[in-house]
């Protein structure tokens, strides 16, 4: 990177998870019906402005908040750490990147105590807390569980122009990568981190950013996945589902994904791996694998790429969007000049210029 | 239809199931590989010219048989009769059609006895026989099943170019329609017929023919057809799977199309519903409605409407392919001046002139 | 058997299927409780008195009834015929056998049109019918479905004291055997037959008679049948669980049984195998064989082979009970003298005058 | 506990995860069938003497060593460390606490580097490392996956006569509770432990020990167990099947538990709940609870109580096996004094002096 983020000698809190996403929707009872009616997710707490939800595992008192506003965008993501001492070292931190820093004793939120926002390197607003209400953990909760049971939050999703960039701030606070998408010159697409031991608590897209790419929650099966889109079908509202269902390349997971009624991005997912030891290997994967992304080959659609939430600042103003000036996946993959493969240096199963099966029409009539 | 196949007065042969297709692949190896190795059909028999196949809850000699030869194609559907009896049937009733009959006593394949064959009036190798060598029933064999383990042959798919002449043939033939895919003036884009209590025993699917246009096996769950897709990806694979998995709108069931070295296509299949009852209320799906054939919007990919199998005369030829006149399916949802909905009425979800999801690309590079 | 009931002169009608089962209970709110808010059927009509059910894929009015009333017991295990001249048949058949036989034009439930009513040979409470009001077809209401869908009524099991007695009348009302439980000497512990081809539409189970030992419905996938437990556990009702969830050995399917608030036992039960065609190969399990009820060798509870509920005559009273004089399966495979194996011949794996894994504190403490 | 075992100044070792556990079995032919043919381990290593397994998941070079030997016995229970300094903290803890402490540079196992290895405050043969060969993670070789597949290690589970002196040592160790059994007195009946993010690494079962109970690994579905049962059925091997499959009170997830060859008991088990928070809720649960040990109230047979695996000291030799005097479980749920309950004071579904449902038989024979 040209402009590296410089590596504070503070030392980072200590992360121990993504822990909610804070989203603003426009159309606080549409998006109620697709959290709640639709998905699953239970109430903690909810009144004309603000509803509170967790998934059934959550014990603390939200991992996702959805907020009456405006302007659709993301108000924060918000990580736990292990100890109240960690928001000094948050603050700490931050102050020395230069970064903007709010502390509230208080909480930005019903349920959460002491945090601090920041509006960190990459242009997100990131929240750190420790304390939290505790609320009854859903898991024993049969008779509440629906076929699309969502469990557990299990990412979040950025979008932002230089992904080394974003790395190594990443690192710098603590985070590990797992797997990344490259080319031969080394260009990077993507890459996964981790606080807690499964693939990944954020991943970085390249991309117009900062935005938001989507935020992830994890089921149990593959056919609490399928159900979604099952019910999505029966409500006549498939056109919510914006990708998949299928299974990833990177991460080896089971996916879908969702788009709310604002547009925001939600991901479903099932069944990544363990990668708690520090020697963990890592995956890195060529942008032109055509499993890279879905290990089935089926191809990503443009809006994926292309689309994101804003995000805001910590006045609430969204953060202006900085054109990603590396090659695009898009681009590179299924662009005029792309390609992907199902077999390195084999023609057959070579896509050239366009997508994978999905694409073949414009070839055909 | 302003040709109609005659009403014969010879009564129709008892039919009790679809009971297995005779494929000419032109590289037996390699479809052994596909339908054994990946599939894990079970090889009841086998030499150097024919492999017979058979699915885990099969105790017929086969239900698949996959025979070397030039050309790729068809050599017959196969249907079993109640009785022996039921030949004499066959062979009246096809006479009085006119059409070209051969009747062996000893079978035209190992397995198999007195059996029946006929270039039917739509043109398709139609094969009736009722007695079978009894092999093992695989069901308690768990200990050879695989994740992707396909248990019954379900239902064949033919591509005919005037379906309402093709269905009331069939009608004849004591098949039972149970859905179909229609306009608001009528024309029949597809329909799905049976003789077991499933949705369907064959399809006749709208387009140039005669042409086969899959043959499908069922699964017991789900996962099991995930399963197939996973290992295609391991295997390098990916470019065999043609179009899902989904659900389907018409006949509810859970989807896979794949297709095979030859490009012959494999469907596999679960839990659509029992329709044995005579009065088994018809579903019928308007065309324009973009869950009908995937009822979460997800794209049918080109291929799927225009590829098909060549199917063979008596003499081992393959019959000439006549082209439909009636509009095409895929015309007129996703050509130049169709178009498909997800909410009937509702533009939003409502794709003018392209496919659903899958094909943004060209409207936004 | 020394008494065996006279092969009618009359045709037997066709049976499509087991259809429904009314049933007799004593406390409607609680039966209510159990099937529509624990087993999600879905409520097509009810009053004070009667409550009229229906799963997932069914299109008649109903194929559960729960009747309010002082004794719990089953009032009628009801087929579905052909064509309404079946009812004609149906009237000769039972005449000609001596039976009582009762008639009704409207019909002894809503919903349902002309049917006929019988004692039979074996003191069942039989009915025959085939004018059905349609009602909606629930296979695509994903919106309403729950974690343990219940997708059709798969079948009844009875308990009669003479089962080669109770095969032969069977056999004459058209029905055909797919499996049977023996020993060494020929006594028949237990049949299954069917007309619609699965293993089942009902099945005789060895026993003090004429009882209801079970009604069964089928799932989709086996995880469903697993929520079921589930949710009961969190309803802090697991004592409804009467055996397993666990794989027949028998049928091959995976099964749970629960016992509703009066007693009457539900199986709960998905993916048997086909049986349609005429030579469909007869599995006999040697009773000895400790994995013929339970694949895995679990044990069988003792109520699950005593307990059954008490069919009414056609006047509303309950039929007496007649002892089995043959073998019991319990005695003989747990009682002081039984033994039952999980290999032939081999001491290891075969339990002496007890039951498999189940029952071994007996001999230990 | 009278006898406490005492906290070490020392610091105690950063432990990742519970990693392998290396068992002496005697017919090493015997065990590499169960492990390798049915369970699906992949084998790393293997030679005449001991056999290196790996689950689908594992990178680091095994995570089960079948060891041949006379004695049927567990040689060392492994766990990872985060950094090789953590060696030099295990081997202080060790020693201040008195223990024999052995450290090999080569380590005790192939594919292991530096390990110290002590014979445990509680008698159980513990070892520590870092250092391991990298294997290929089998993630994404679904070529190769079975319908049982094992994906990870999950737990492994000690009998020790006194649990809170367990549990205190445990947590100078490092470890955290979960979840626990006690009775109204406070005596401890097990408690569960984690260092990994999960519900435990390790778990104390209250018994007469030191002695394993058991070896767990997980599936990601619930019918990759099932899949176990069922090829078990298919090989005539179900009497391996111990108890289950069943879903926990307790940990909340599905289980089964198996016997080896020697008796050694292995657990599949799958969908517990993340706990890696330091405040995550522990989970007490009443000893007389039904549905404590099995959700769906069945019972626990005898021998999953009183059976264990002898374990070994740095010199091969068993450990003396110390009788536990606090209360039994298996005693105060299912002896002639005890009793469990369903729902906590409704004598319906209260057992008393005998277990649940499966123990009913001797009440009425
Ligand atoms: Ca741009
Ligand atoms: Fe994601
Ligand atoms: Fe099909
Ligand atoms: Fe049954
Ligand atoms: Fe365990």
Redesign the interface.
Known sequence: SDNPVPTPQAPAPDI??CAYMELIVTDLAASRQFYVDILGLYVTEEDDEVIYLRST?E??HHNLILRKGELAAVRAFSY?V??PEDLDKAVAFYEELGCRVERRKEGFTKGIGDSVRVEDPLGFPYEFFHQSE?VE?M?????????G?L??LDHFNQITPDVPRAVKYMQDLGFRVTEDIQDDEGTVYAAWMRR??TVHDTAMTGGDGPRMHHVCFAT????NI??I???????????S???G?G?H?VS?A?YLYLRDPDGHRVEVYT?D??T??????VVTWDVHD??RRD?????V???WY?DGSLVLDLDGNPQPVIERTDNSEMAVT???DGFSY??EGDA??TYQGE????????H??
């Open positions: 121990l998870r595992e014990f603390i736990r292990r100890a505790h953990r898991s024993w909760r049969y008779d509440l569980h629906i076929p049971e469990v557990r807690k031991p149990h099966e593959k056919h399928l159900a889109c099952d019910k999505l079908g029966a409500l006549r509202r498939s056109d589902i914006e990708r269902p299974r390349g080896n089971f069944q791996y363990y708690g030891d520090p020697d963990n290997p055509n499993q290990w089935w080959g089926n191809p659609v443009p809006s292309t299924i662009g005029a199902t077999r057959a199963g997508a994978a099966k999905g694409f073949k029409l414009g055909q009539l």
